[in-house]
């Protein structure tokens, strides 16, 4: 994003903020707004006007950050868990789709068994036997997609 604020004045007028959304900023001496914002939503933001005159002036605001066009909410697209055996190497990987790529997340996984965050890979060796409620979570920026599975370790 980049925007720019003017004021003018002698001595040079100077810029700051107040509430913006993180990842964004503004150059003290251009007025330049720029930066990345890190999360959707709607700020009450102030710039910040001052001088050594001195003065100072004050303009609220709401900046807005929306996702892109492209964007989409994740969905989980995965088919249900197999079994796995106790003491026995497991790999499962979660299926999801969604942009910006989810990252991925977990509950109720057994002992021995991990899921990579990035890839959505279920993998280790178990090493207890039952049935295991596992929570797989899909999230990006725009929100989660979750699903329930049961695995059954033998």
């Not at 980049?2 to 002698?10: D, K, L």
């Not at 197999?82 to 969604?98: D, E, H, M, Q």
């Amino acid at each position: 994003m980049s925007y720019r604020v003017t004021a003018t004045g002698f001595p040079p007028p100077w810029f700051t903020y107040a509430n913006f959304p993180d990842g964004v900023y503004i150059d003290v001496n251009s007025g330049q707004i720029f930066g990345t914002p890190r999360s959707l939503g709607s700020w009450n933001a102030s710039i910040i006007v001052e001088s050594d005159a001195p003065a100072r002036v004050t303009q609220s605001c709401v900046m807005v950050v929306n996702a892109p066009a492209n964007y989409a909410l994740p969905t989980i697209t995965s088919a249900a868990m197999p079994a796995g055996t106790i003491n026995l190497a497991y790999r499962f990987t979660v299926t999801a789709s969604g942009t910006p790529t989810p990252t991925y997340f977990q509950s109720g996984l057994p002992a021995g068994l991990t899921l990579s965050r990035s890839t959505g890979v279920v993998s280790g060796t178990p090493t207890a036997r039952g049935t295991f409620s596992v929570g797989l979570i899909a999230r990006n920026t725009l929100g989660d997609a979750t699903q329930r599975q049961t695995l059954v370790i033998r």
